[in-house]
């Protein structure tokens, strides 16, 4: 989730990391409290202008936007149909809405927006930090201890996967809707169960043998520069003048 991104010397990289994800956090509700286009257009911007701050690179963000608006493509497809409003064309008495295009066309923009934002300040977040940030914000340590550990084992587990997958390739399986099928891709998924608790209680063994008792040494926190309130300012003062274009009139 986190790497490579997360390795890099952008002006976005070096803000302290609370002060990222709070912004994030505003932008995030934000971004919700909006529901007109054009202002939802100039956010847009603003979080583009973010990612180039971020350096992020091309390859990852190609690929988080392709998985995201695969799914937001469905939806300028499909939501028309079912919402009431103008109709734009009919086909066999069904309406494709004016207003239902509008709508998805909106929660684009939004989901768009935000995995611009979250990507360029959250994921640039080494996750260590991440974790020791949210501690010292005040989230409930157990929390933070199983974010850690999924953003850590997820990537692990997703190799056992491929391992795996791989080996029945090689063996010339061939995924299809019969008994055969059905039952080799539960086998699989029972072997990929099996690996990971193996995994976990070799992972837990050696934790003991270096000493964990339950609980990760904190790291100090990073001192807050006046460099990193003036970001967390602009970006405030942002969110407040995007907010006074939705409701100000």
Not at 24 to 49: E, H, K, N, R
Not at 93 to 117: H, P
Not at 127 to 148: D, I, Q, W, Y
Request: glycine letters at 8%; charged letters at 15%; hydrophobic letters at 50%.
């Amino acid at each position: 989730m986190w790497h490579p991104v997360s390795q890099g010397n952008s002006p976005v990289h070096r803000v302290e990391p609370r002060v990222r994800i709070l912004v994030a956090v505003a932008v995030t509700m934000t971004v919700y409290a909006i529901t007109q286009a054009w202002v939802l257009g100039g956010v847009f911007v603003a979080s583009c202008a973010l990612v180039l701050a971020a350096r992020i690179p091309y390859r990852d963000l190609r690929d988080r936007l392709l998985a995201l608006n695969v799914f937001l493509v469905l939806l300028v497809l499909t939501l028309p149909w079912n919402a009431p409003g103008e109709a734009l064309f009919c086909v066999g008495g069904a309406q494709y809405s004016r207003e239902g295009l509008y709508r998805a066309l909106v929660l684009s923009l939004k989901a768009n927006a935000l995995l611009f934002v979250v990507t360029s300040l959250v994921s640039t977040i080494e996750v260590t930090r991440f974790g020791a940030s949210l501690e010292s914000m005040g989230m409930p340590v157990k929390l933070t201890r199983l974010l850690l550990f999924a953003a850590r084992y997820l990537e692990i587990i997703s190799l056992e996967y491929t391992a795996l997958r791989r080996t029945l390739l090689v063996r010339g399986f061939k995924m299809a809707f019969t008994r055969h099928g059905l039952r080799t891709v539960g086998y699989l998924l029972g072997m990929l169960f099996v690996r990971s608790f193996e995994r976990a209680e070799r992972i837990t063994a050696a934790m003991k043998c270096r000493g964990f008792d339950g609980h990760f040494p904190r790291a100090a926190a990073t001192p807050v520069r006046s460099a990193d309130l003036l970001f967390g300012a602009v970006c405030g003062a942002a969110c407040a003048y995007a907010l006074l274009l939705q409701y100000g009139r």
